[in-house]
């Protein structure tokens, strides 16, 4: 679901607090009741080759792939919620989205339908719970409930998602009453702040208390019951640190490690996906206690299409390098859904399209579809199902990152298994304009053999690198395998006593940092200049610049006192998390400065610079 600063957004958090506060009616059963699915009396048993392990069957070794709701369910496209916001969201209109992946996408690895948020809510948002707290599925939007949609999911040969928000949810809490599933006598009321706190990123919960006893029992009993549905995934959304909140009654934390214990405990290997917008800052606890995480807000425009190239496509670009570092077979950086399937409805040009899908796959996040399966076009269809590049998303490697960004132009690249580079070159203006791959970025010169990735093609060989001209918002995708030596450089401290340090710049330690120091405190006209930089040839030289930086920062840079260029530095994941990029400067034959100029604004911290040798 989408950042609260967005309208339908806003729309949407208004009808959870509405459904709370105007106090409409909600389907709780008496506590004696018992759930109106399949029994909840006893707990989940699987067999030893059911259960995951650590090892190659747990979730999460790969990218996931498959479709999801909720584009759907956000979008005023014309006849897609006929009756209201949300009201896409149906076992019929499940039913066929399982159809049309299990006919023309299961054969590529798409394998997931993943229910979205709603599923427990009427059309009027009232929800349903049973007489345990725990959300049961609406009559009418699920007539046959969750379980026999999940058995039909499986019956196609395909995995079933599910949806809940964090927290226990203000209309679930039965005024402090309602039991605990499977315990003597704890209630709702034990497991909440006695103050009744909110948390998520709608405070449409009550924050649990995770170091009451009975805290744990709930999630418990929350895993197990879907796990007796048959789910084989679980978005758990409005996490925080993030969700656009902060402060201690938005640290979920623990209410996903207790998922991860509770998720344990039913010995079913069901996925953990988290949402959405994380906090960077918190990135090491999500990673050790889901299978994957949202770096960024939603996807979706919530207009009349699925998603628009500015409201938040192309803000991926941006958002998602410092994250790069932390994923890898276990868990996973979500970029959210890929909706390049139905030029009418996607929003986007074939080119934004194209780049949409390229991103995705470089940056290996999860590839699950927004789109209406049934309505695809044909290039919709080539972009999702184009082997070479669906490899690209789920063989073994790091995640791509950007190696040069100058102006709008991008470079991605990432090294393979097999010595090859993975590179996207990406044109993010408005109008049409070359972009160059230079190969010393990639760590190495001379010759480098050539594949179009997206076109099946064999380029051959090029000599330093490849330029190619792209249209506004586009994209080309290459495999590149180096025929040259590694690249020889020649290393320059930023902490050296030889450089002049000014205005605010001073030395800091710095434990991923090469000598453990870097120059940092460069802002507000700070500079940093290397004094004696010196090269045997003059020419355009494309520096490593290796820095550190919490979030995404620019800084000017300039050789022998002309201006500064104004260059953006991506996010390293921290300001103790070191990474380079590569960044042109013209030198002369001999002795040269290169200072980096904090300029009006904040910059990044420097570590070294590397100079190519020619």
Same mark, same amino acid.
């Given at each position: 679901?989408?950042?609260?600063?967005?309208?339908?957004a806003?729309?949407f958090?208004?009808?959870?607090?509405?459904?709370?506060?105007?106090?409409?009616?909600v389907?709780?059963?008496?506590?004696?009741?018992?759930?109106?699915?399949a029994?909840?009396?006893?707990p989940v048993?699987?067999?030893?080759?059911?259960?995951?392990g650590p090892?190659?069957?747990s979730?999460?070794?790969k990218?996931?792939?498959?479709?999801s709701?909720?584009?759907?369910?956000t979008?005023?496209y014309?006849?897609v919620?006929?009756?209201?916001?949300?009201?896409?969201?149906?076992?019929?209109n499940?039913?066929k989205q399982?159809?049309?992946?299990?006919?023309?996408?299961?054969?590529?690895?798409?394998?997931y339908?993943?229910?979205?948020?709603?599923?427990?809510r009427g059309?009027?948002?009232?929800?349903?719970?049973?007489?345990?707290?725990r959300?049961?599925?609406?009559k009418?939007?699920?007539?046959?409930g969750?379980?026999?949609?999940a058995?039909?999911?499986?019956g196609?040969?395909?995995?079933?998602g599910?949806?809940l928000?964090?927290?226990?949810?203000?209309e679930?809490?039965?005024?402090?009453?309602?039991?605990?599933?499977?315990?003597d006598?704890?209630?709702?009321?034990d497991?909440v702040?006695?103050?009744?706190?909110?948390?998520?990123?709608w405070?449409?919960s009550?924050?649990?208390?995770?170091?009451?006893?009975?805290?744990?029992k709930?999630?418990?009993?929350?895993a197990?019951?879907l796990?007796?549905?048959g789910?084989?995934f679980?978005?758990?959304?409005?996490?925080g640190?993030?969700?656009?909140?902060?402060?201690?009654?938005?640290?979920n934390?623990?209410?996903?490690?207790?998922?991860?214990?509770?998720i344990?405990?039913t010995?079913?290997?069901?996925?953990?996906?988290i949402s959405w917008?994380?906090?960077i800052?918190y990135?090491?606890?999500?990673?050790a206690?889901?299978?994957?995480?949202?770096?960024?807000?939603d996807?979706?425009c919530?207009c009349?299409?699925?998603?628009?190239?500015?409201?938040?496509?192309e803000?991926?670009?941006?958002?998602?390098?410092?994250?790069?570092?932390?994923?890898?077979?276990?868990?996973?950086n979500?970029?959210?859904?890929?909706n390049?399937g139905?030029?009418?409805?996607s929003g986007?040009?074939?080119a934004?399209?194209?780049?949409?899908m390229?991103?995705w796959a470089?940056?290996?996040?999860?590839?699950f579809?927004g789109d209406?399966?049934?309505q695809?076009d044909d290039?919709?269809l080539?972009?999702?199902?184009?082997?070479?590049?669906l490899?690209?998303?789920?063989?073994?490697?790091?995640?791509?990152?950007?190696?040069?960004?100058?102006?709008?132009?991008?470079?991605w690249a990432s090294?393979?298994?097999?010595?090859?580079?993975?590179?996207?070159l990406?044109?993010?203006?408005d109008s049409a304009?070359p972009?160059? =791959? /230079?190969?010393?970025?990639l760590?190495? +010169?001379g010759? @480098?053999?050539?594949?179009? #990735?997206?076109?099946?093609?064999n380029? *051959?060989?090029?000599k330093?690198?490849?330029t190619?001209?792209?249209?506004?918002?586009?994209?080309?995708?290459f495999t590149?395998?180096?025929?040259g030596?590694?690249?020889?450089t020649?290393?320059y401290?930023?902490?050296?006593?030889?450089?002049?340090?000014t205005?605010?710049?001073?030395?800091a330690?710095?434990?991923?940092?090469?000598g453990t120091k870097?120059?940092?405190?460069?802002?507000?006209?700070?500079?940093?200049?290397?004094?004696?930089v010196?090269?045997?040839?003059?020419?355009?030289?494309?520096?490593?610049?290796?820095?550190?930086?919490?979030d995404?920062r620019?800084?000017?840079v300039?050789?022998?006192?002309?201006?500064?260029?104004m260059?953006?530095?991506?996010?390293t994941?921290?300001?103790g998390? =070191? /990474?380079t990029?590569?960044v042109p400067? +013209?030198?002369? @034959?001999?002795s040269n400065? #290169?200072?980096?100029?904090s300029?009006? *604004?904040?910059s990044?911290?420097?570590?070294?610079?590397?100079v190519?040798?020619?």
């Amino acid at each position: 679901m989408r950042s609260p600063t967005r309208p339908a957004a806003r729309a949407f958090r208004s009808a959870l607090v509405l459904a709370v506060t105007a106090g409409l009616a909600v389907a709780v059963p008496t506590a004696q009741a018992a759930p109106s699915e399949a029994s909840a009396a006893s707990p989940v048993t699987t067999t030893a080759a059911d259960a995951a392990g650590p090892g190659e069957d747990s979730p999460a070794q790969k990218p996931y792939m498959g479709w999801s709701s909720w584009s759907l369910q956000t979008t005023s496209y014309p006849g897609v919620n006929p009756d209201g916001n949300y009201s896409y969201l149906t076992e019929a209109n499940v039913n066929k989205q399982t159809d049309a992946l299990a006919t023309k996408l299961k054969k590529y690895g798409y394998e997931y339908i993943n229910i979205d948020a709603g599923w427990w809510r009427g059309w009027d948002w009232t929800p349903e719970f049973d007489a345990y707290g725990r959300q049961q599925a609406d009559k009418a939007r699920f007539p046959s409930g969750m379980k026999a949609v999940a058995d039909r999911i499986h019956g196609k040969g395909l995995k079933a998602g599910i949806y809940l928000p964090v927290g226990l949810e203000k209309e679930g809490y039965g005024g402090g009453k309602l039991p605990i599933w499977n315990t003597d006598n704890c209630t709702t009321g034990d497991i909440v702040y006695s103050d009744l706190r909110t948390t998520n990123g709608w405070d449409s919960s009550y924050r649990i208390d995770f170091s009451k006893p009975c805290a744990q029992k709930y999630v418990d009993s929350q895993a197990q019951l879907l796990a007796g549905w048959g789910y084989d995934f679980l978005k758990l959304d409005g996490v925080g640190p993030g969700s656009f909140k902060s402060g201690d009654n938005y640290d979920n934390r623990a209410d996903v490690a207790a998922w991860q214990k509770a998720i344990k405990s039913t010995g079913r290997p069901i996925h953990l996906e988290i949402s959405w917008s994380l906090d960077i800052g918190y990135a090491k606890d999500w990673k050790a206690t889901s299978n994957g995480w949202r770096v960024d807000t939603d996807v979706e425009c919530y207009c009349n299409t699925l998603v628009s190239w500015e409201n938040s496509v192309e803000d991926r670009w941006r958002d998602t390098p410092g994250w790069t570092r932390y994923a890898g077979p276990g868990g996973w950086n979500d970029l959210d859904s890929i909706n390049v399937g139905s030029a009418a409805m996607s929003g986007l040009t074939r080119a934004e399209r194209q780049s949409y899908m390229t991103l995705w796959a470089i940056a290996k996040s999860p590839l699950f579809s927004g789109d209406d399966l049934t309505q695809l076009d044909d290039y919709g269809l080539s972009l999702m199902t184009n082997r070479d590049v669906l490899k690209i998303d789920q063989q073994p490697g790091k995640p791509a990152k950007p190696v040069t960004s100058v102006g709008d132009e991008q470079v991605w690249a990432s090294e393979n298994p097999d010595g090859s580079y993975t590179v996207a070159l990406f044109n993010q203006g408005d109008s049409a304009s070359p972009v160059t =791959a /230079d190969w010393s970025a990639l760590g190495f +010169t001379g010759q @480098a053999s050539v594949r179009d #990735v997206w076109n099946s093609e064999n380029l *051959g060989r090029y000599k330093d690198g490849i330029t190619q001209a792209l249209p506004a918002h586009g994209s080309r995708l290459f495999t590149v395998t180096p025929q040259g030596p590694a690249l020889k450089t020649t290393a320059y401290e930023a902490e050296s006593p030889d450089n002049v340090l000014t205005g605010s710049a001073s030395v800091a330690d710095c434990a991923e940092c090469s000598g453990t120091k870097k120059v940092g405190n460069l802002y507000l006209g700070g500079t940093l200049q290397f004094t004696d930089v010196v090269v045997k040839q003059a020419g355009r030289y494309l520096i490593d610049v290796a820095y550190t930086s919490g979030d995404p920062r620019s800084i000017g840079v300039s050789a022998n006192g002309k201006a500064p260029v104004m260059t953006a530095f991506p996010s390293t994941g921290g300001w103790g998390a =070191a /990474d380079t990029i590569s960044v042109p400067v +013209t030198l002369k @034959a001999g002795s040269n400065t #290169v200072t980096f100029d904090s300029g009006t *604004g904040y910059s990044p911290d420097i570590d070294k610079i590397d100079v190519p040798l020619r």
